[in-house]
């Protein structure tokens, strides 16, 4: 991942738009991603993590 996180794209949870640098607060964002594309798919990723991190949890117990 470049290290210029200040020109890469951000999905905004507030919103659902995808925005290219540091345009709103943290609070309301997620990313760095570094294409446009990558950042539409925000939500889709945080789901499939969620489930991952539920499954490797529930492994443990």
């Given at each position: ?19 290219q640098g ?5 609070v309301d964002?997620?990313g ?22 539920a ?5 443990e117990?």
């Amino acid at each position: 991942m470049s290290e210029d996180v200040e020109h890469m794209f951000w999905y905004n949870l507030k919103t659902g738009g995808v925005e290219q640098g540091f345009v709103s607060p943290s609070v309301d964002r997620v990313g760095p991603f570094e294409t446009r594309a990558e950042a539409e798919r925000a939500l889709e990723v945080l789901r499939e993590n969620s489930a991952k991190w539920a499954e490797e949890e529930a492994a443990e117990d």
